[in-house]
């Protein structure tokens, strides 16, 4: 079965810092994608950045990137210049191909505050 | 274009009481997926539905129940509630076009309450 581990239950940073957020994952799966959702006080779920496992390449969107290494099974997320706005409960999730569900696993979350 | 949706926002039932939860996907969307969010805790998979049919389902019991109906929208049905089955229910849309993998993209939640 495929697991998903957030080790930091809460972080701090300063506003315009930089900040990562670690993740580590368990499967015997080749092909699967990774993904960070972001879910502020307001509770809806936000996609921040997707990583298909093929890819050696790491995803960016905008201050938004992850360092991936997959045989380490590790997928963090790093987010340059930290803004008030990024302040969340973050969750790293793994996603099963359609013929195990087609479903996310995801982390206890990663509690970020910024200060200003 | 409007993204998912979710009603009601609010719900307060009372052990026993039946619940029926709405969702309604992206446009184009064919794919949606329920999850189970307890409070301080990550979205728990309980069922997906593509095309009107169950596609996957996550370790719940049959109290837990879902459907999909033609114009792509869900319910989600929950009998006998149990004061366990407070928490946010969060429905998620994907193209569904038969990818292996797909981008889900969730709506705002329905806060359920069980007293």
């Known amino acids: 079965a495929q697991t998903v581990t957030q080790s930091q239950p809460e972080m701090s940073v300063q506003e315009a810092e930089t900040v990562t957020l670690s993740c580590t994952y368990d499967?015997?799966?080749?092909?699967?994608?990774l993904f960070w959702y972001k879910q502020p006080p307001s509770r809806q779920m936000i996609l921040v950045i997707r990583?298909?496992?093929?890819?050696?390449q790491n995803a960016t969107e905008n201050r938004f990137s992850v360092n991936f290494q997959k045989a380490a099974k590790s997928f963090s997320l790093k987010i340059s210049d930290s803004q008030l706005g990024d302040t969340a409960m973050y969750f790293c999730?793994?996603?099963?191909?359609?013929?195990?569900?087609?479903?996310?696993?995801f982390g206890q979350g990663t509690e970020l505050s910024v200060k200003p | 274009d409007a993204g998912v949706t979710q009603s009601p926002t609010h719900l307060i039932k009372t052990r026993g009481q039946q619940v029926t939860l709405r969702c309604s996907p992206i446009?184009?969307?064919?794919?949606v997926s329920w999850y189970q969010q307890v409070l301080g805790q990550g979205p728990q998979f309980i069922f997906q539905?593509?095309?009107?049919?169950?596609?996957g389902r996550g370790n719940f019991p049959d109290r837990f129940s879902a459907r999909q109906f033609p114009n792509y929208s869900s319910e989600l049905n929950v009998n006998a509630l149990l004061l366990g089955d407070s928490a946010l229910y969060l429905c998620?849309?994907?193209?569904?076009?038969?990818?292996?993998?797909?981008?889900?993209?969730f709506g705002p939640g329905t806060r359920l309450l069980v007293l």
């Open positions: 998620a849309s994907s193209l569904g076009q038969g990818a292996f993998l797909e981008t889900q993209y």
């Open positions: 499967t015997s799966e080749n092909n699967y994608y």
């Open positions: 990583q298909e496992a093929y890819k050696q």
């Open positions: 999730a793994f996603m099963t191909p359609y013929n195990q569900g087609g479903k996310l696993i």
């Open positions: 446009s184009g969307h064919k794919s």
């Open positions: 539905y593509y095309e009107k049919e169950e596609r």
